[in-house]
């Protein structure tokens, strides 16, 4: 199965990130062995009943990474979307014949979009029960600044700028930065006093040349899966349900709506073109809808 051109098409045509691409790869690399398996030789002799085999054999297989067994649904709808879009690009590319097994498994496995903020006590319990101070600032940035996995990964020691305000005679602290996001948009982010702080305390350690703000333990710059395994790690060791680190921005999503922040300025914080996408990212309160309520009926009285 040769996934390589589609995966170039995706690159150039849709200017899909690193990521995607890799983890595409890895999807279309997984069905390929999958299907050697069962000795089929191309995507026509792929059917109905193989593709159900797939997602049986996906949702038992053994997940050593966090003890337990098969897939997560997310997952699986990713990896089905994978092999759904390769089948559509070889139609594309003249096997007009060739049909695609997953087009009417859609919407079942269809990707939800409710959003899974960490609830406050969980979050708390994880940000508190951090000794390492690296690892404090890299999570603290996580739910300060909505970052994704992959632009944190591009921080560097001077990434943050720090600014200072006196206001009523008290000297408040925050900071802000740049990084490139989907698409090769770069977007601007902000930064709050309390994780500034630790930012600050954690620069304070650093004595090497790194221009890297996160260095893992061979003193490189820290991976993607590093940052994942590691807060795997910590959530074992705390006691806290696994947490993936992608719900890290839902929990930022959601602070700031419940905070009241205009829904404009949340599409561009979160580096979205619409906000349809950004509403995906917050789950309002109980408290919220009640006071927008109560507050649009005093409204309608005066």
Known sequence: ???????????????????????????????????REYYVASLSGVSHALINEYIRHMRDKTNPRFGRTGLADASIARRLAAVS????????????DLRNPLKDLAGKWKKENEPKPVDELTLELLLTGITNLRDRALFNLFVASGLRISE?????????????????????????????????????????????????EYLLTRTDNDPALFLSERKQRMSIRAIQETLATLCKRLGAPHINVHRLRHTYATRLANGGINSAVLRDLMGHKSFTTTSGYFKLSDKTLALGYFSAMEYRKG
């Open 1 to 35: 199965m040769d996934y390589e051109p589609y995966l170039s098409h995706l690159e150039m045509k849709r200017a899909a990130s690193v990521q995607t691409i890799r983890a595409y790869r890895s999807d279309l690399k997984l069905f390929d062995s999958f299907l």
């Open 85 to 96: 879009g390769y089948f559509e690009y070889v139609r594309a590319a003249g096997e007009y």
């Open 152 to 200: 944190m990964y591009q921080l560097n020691i001077d990434s943050i700028r720090i600014q200072s305000e006196e206001i009523k005679g008290v000297t408040h602290y925050g900071g802000s930065g740049e990084v490139i996001g989907k698409g090769g948009k770069r977007r601007r982010f902000c930064v709050d006093e309390a994780s500034v702080v630790i930012y600050a």
